[in-house]
Nanobody
Framework: QVQTVESGGGLVQPGGSLRLSCAASVRIFSINTMGWYRQVVGKERELVAG???????NYADSVKGRFAISRDNAKNTLYLQMNSLKPEDTAVYYC?????????WGKGTLVTVSS
């Protein structure tokens, strides 16, 4: 059973912007803090941003001031606006609850920042 479906990734030049979306099942979206995670090959998956049901947000230091997380509770959709992208932001991006649950992982969406 698909729990989360991420989209919006792609190739972008350094300094560019992308907006990621995640459609989640009602069951997990309505009661959970949701977050965006990213993973680079060979490294552990890391949480980059989270937003509570009440819209409180938090960010990893590496993306603070550049990324903005938001959620639409009526559409069960999570967003990540990424600005001023850097090559080190290249990764597969996933959404999940915070803390993450194994059965909520989707396939992710690849973001590549390169000139």
């Amino acid at each position: 059973q698909v729990q989360t479906v991420e989209s919006g990734g792609g190739l972008v030049q350094p300094g560019g912007s992308l907006r990621l979306s995640c459609a989640a099942s009602v069951r997990i979206f309505s009661i959970n803090t949701m977050g965006w995670y990213r993973q680079v090959v060979g490294k552990e998956r890391e949480l980059v941003a989270g937003v509570s049901v009440g819209y409180r947000t938090n960010y990893a230091d590496s993306v603070k001031g550049r990324f903005a997380i938001s959620r639409d509770n009526a559409k069960n959709t999570l967003y990540l606006q990424m600005n001023s992208l850097k090559p080190e932001d290249t990764a597969v991006y996933y959404c999940n609850s915070v803390p993450a649950r194994m059965d909520y992982w989707g396939k992710g969406t690849l973001v590549t920042v390169s000139s």
